[in-house]
């Protein structure tokens, strides 16, 4: 990277150049041959640490690795690494660290990227640390905006669903607080709404509006970005019960939105979005999944030989 960035550990690490190389980068990488990006890891061992579950994260951060030609090692399953004897998440980094040229990694516990990047002498990239932030989650969701409306400057982004919990909106509010003229409306019952701290420290920046009701800002809306109710955070699995249906959106939601309007969901999806939403102009959410490999490949080819 250009910037000083070693690891991608927070988007509040990241300024709006660095998340603008990042996106520049991802689209080179999606124009190059594959003859010519197939040389960008060679000879380089990336490990993929993931301590908790995921089908997109994982697997575009694999294909990522293995299209720059690079060569994979780690566990999907902490069940089957040295974690279940009881060896030390430091520990555990800084073998891998002598083993491998990045780290990616997940992990249930908030702060356990921070914690790897500070232990490792090789860079880390968080794939999700509890209900903290998601960075590399949050550059592709902008990677789709950017490529679909052309800017990110000046839209007006709905954020639905479990806010409390949801690493993903965490992330993409941070990132959303270094553009211009962004509006944010955000969407959840009052249990789970954007934790206020997040709301104090991007409200300087961008202009940001709470409700329950999904109805009130549709019309104006951009974007509509929907998140899953995280059942694994609760400690109340009752509360959880209580909650798990309280959006369900399906296209009868297009009847009241505005021309260009686009849903996008970081996904896994459970109920929150109806399958008649799917073939409808208005459902981004496979595209943006689809974009999780360009801007991982970019990452990982901006961060190979950073030196710590
Ligand atoms: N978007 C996302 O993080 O999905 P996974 O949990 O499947 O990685």
């Not at 899953?228 to 399906?250: H, P, S």
């Not at 969901?265 to 208005?282: C, G, M, Q, V, Y």
Request: aromatic share 6%; hydrophobic share 40%.
């Amino acid at each position: 990277m250009e910037s000083k960035l070693t690891d991608v550990v927070s988007i509040s690490d990241f300024s709006r150049k660095d998340i603008e190389a990042v996106l520049k980068e991802a689209a080179r990488m999606e124009k190059m041959p594959l003859s010519e990006k197939a040389k960008l890891l060679e000879g380089k061992v990336v490990a993929s640490l993931f301590f908790e579950p995921s089908t997109r994260t994982r697997l575009s951060f694999e294909t990522a690795i293995q299209t720059l030609g690079g060569r994979v090692i780690g566990f999907s399953n902490a069940k089957v690494s040295s974690t279940k004897k009881g060896e030390t998440l430091s520990d555990t980094i800084t073998m891998v660290a002598g083993y491998a040229d990045l780290i990616v990694m997940r992990h249930s516990i908030e702060g356990a990227a921070r914690r790897a990047a500070e232990t490792s002498s090789k860079p880390v990239l968080n794939g999700g640390d509890g209900a903290n932030q998601h960075p590399t989650q949050t550059l592709l969701d902008l990677y789709t905006i950017q490529k679909q409306f052309g800017k990110i400057d000046g839209l007006t982004i709905g954020m639905l669903g479990d806010l409390k919990y949801g690493r993903t909106v965490h992330s993409l509010l941070y990132a959303l607080s270094k553009f211009k003229d962004v509006k944010v409306r955000l969407i959840a019952p009052e249990s789970l709404k954007m934790p206020n701290q997040m709301v104090e420290e991007t409200k300087s920046t961008i202009g940001i509006k709470e409700t329950e009701n999904v109805n009130e800002f549709l019309p104006e809306l951009d974007v509509l970005y929907v998140t899953r109710i995280q059942k694994e955070r609760f400690v109340d699995e009752f509360e959880y019960e209580q909650i798990k249906n309280v959006y369900i959106l399906g296209k009868e939601i297009l009847k009241s939105t505005k021309k260009g309007f686009r849903v996008m969901h970081p996904l896994p999806r459970i109920n929150e979005i109806k399958t008649d939403l799917d073939s409808t102009d208005a459902a981004l959410y496979f595209e943006q999944a689809k974009n999780g490999v360009p801007v991982r490949q970019a990452l990982l080819n901006m961060l190979k030989d950073v030196k710590k």
